[in-house]
């Protein structure tokens, strides 16, 4: 998806039918998932990682890596437009907070400590994204 990410203004309450409540945790209150929990980490097979919640196509396996942190890792976005960030104060030290800009959902925190070209860290929560092996077809984005 390439261009301007049209925003999806949905109710609290669509969404928690949509998830189950460790996903709706992590997408809409900021929780995070333990460190070295997610199956995600594993992945190393070609394909797509898409918002859990409305499906939008947010990382290639391309852009991952091990980091060692214990939560997926990118240096880069499919598409920069569709992952929006803002200045996280949660845990007193500014960090800045990534989420997808189509639902809000939260993801992760970015970080400039990661590879080349990039040098960025996307630290992604696992419950946060949906793989799709290259190859099948990408879930249809929800309304």
């Known amino acids: 998806m390439s261009g301007k990410v049209g925003k999806l203004d949905k109710p609290e309450e669509e969404w928690r039918?949509?998830?189950d409540a460790?996903?709706?945790?992590v997408l809409f209150n900021e929780n995070t998932e333990r460190p070295w929990s997610s199956?995600?980490?594993?992945?190393?097979?070609d394909g797509t990682f898409v918002c859990a919640a409305c499906h939008l196509p947010l990382f290639d396996t391309g852009g991952k890596f091990d980091s060692g942190t214990g939560w997926p890792s990118?240096?880069?976005?499919?598409?920069?437009?569709?992952?929006?960030t803002k200045r996280?104060?949660?845990?007193?030290?500014?960090?800045?907070?990534y989420h997808c800009a189509r639902c809000g959902g939260h993801q992760g925190h970015v970080f400039g400590d990661g590879p080349?070209?990039?040098g960025k860290r996307y630290c992604n929560?696992?419950?946060?994204?949906?793989?799709?092996?290259?190859?099948?077809?990408?879930?249809?984005?929800?309304?």
């Open 17 to 19: 039918k949509l998830l």
């Open 116 to 118: 080349a070209p990039t």
């Open 74 to 84: 990118f240096f880069q976005p499919l598409d920069p437009e569709n992952v929006g």
């Open 22 to 25: 460790d996903r709706f945790g």
């Open 125 to 143: 929560n696992g419950l946060a994204l949906v793989f799709v092996p290259r190859g099948r077809p990408l879930p249809p984005l929800r309304d």
């Open 39 to 45: 199956a995600l980490n594993a992945v190393k097979e």
């Open 88 to 97: 996280d104060f949660r845990l007193i030290v500014p960090r800045t907070e």
